[in-house]
């Protein structure tokens, strides 16, 4: 059996999880267009309802209000996902 150390365990642990995020893509389909503008790739979101909407990173990512980092999303009486921040989500 071979001997790894504390430090090639960690470096190898830290390769495989660094190869793996960039494998998934972080949940975007090149072959699907967002929602709103048409761009590609986009990540799936289903609502509460069951309806599937793909929206592009740039709308998953900027708060809709502010432009800032949007960190929570809801759904709005439209069944649509909105992406805010956390400051414009407790309003």
Same mark, same amino acid.
């Not at 059996?1 to 495989?16: E, H």
């Not at 980092?69 to 407790?90: Q, R, S």
């Given at each position: *059996?071979?001997?790894?150390?504390?430090? *090639?365990?960690?470096?190898?642990?830290?390769?495989?999880l660094?190869?793996?995020?960039?494998?998934?893509?972080?949940?975007?389909?090149?072959?699907?267009?967002?929602?709103?503008?048409?761009?590609?790739?986009?990540?799936?979101? @289903?609502?509460?309802?069951?309806t !599937?909407?793909?929206?592009?990173?740039?709308? @998953?990512?900027?708060?809709?209000?502010?432009? !800032?980092?949007?960190? %929570?999303?809801? !759904?709005?009486? *439209?069944?649509?996902? @909105?992406? @805010?921040?956390?400051?414009?989500?407790? %309003?």
């Open positions: *059996m071979i001997a790894l150390s504390k430090k *090639m365990l960690s470096i190898l642990t830290s390769g495989i660094l190869l793996s995020l960039t494998a998934c893509g972080g949940g975007y389909d090149a072959n699907k267009t967002c929602y709103i503008d048409d761009k590609s790739p986009a990540k799936k979101f @289903v609502t509460s309802k069951g !599937e909407r793909y929206y592009c990173k740039d709308h @998953v990512t900027k708060c809709i209000i502010c432009d !800032e980092k949007a960190t %929570k999303n809801y !759904e709005n009486l *439209m069944d649509f996902h @909105v992406f @805010v921040c956390d400051e414009h989500y407790n %309003k």
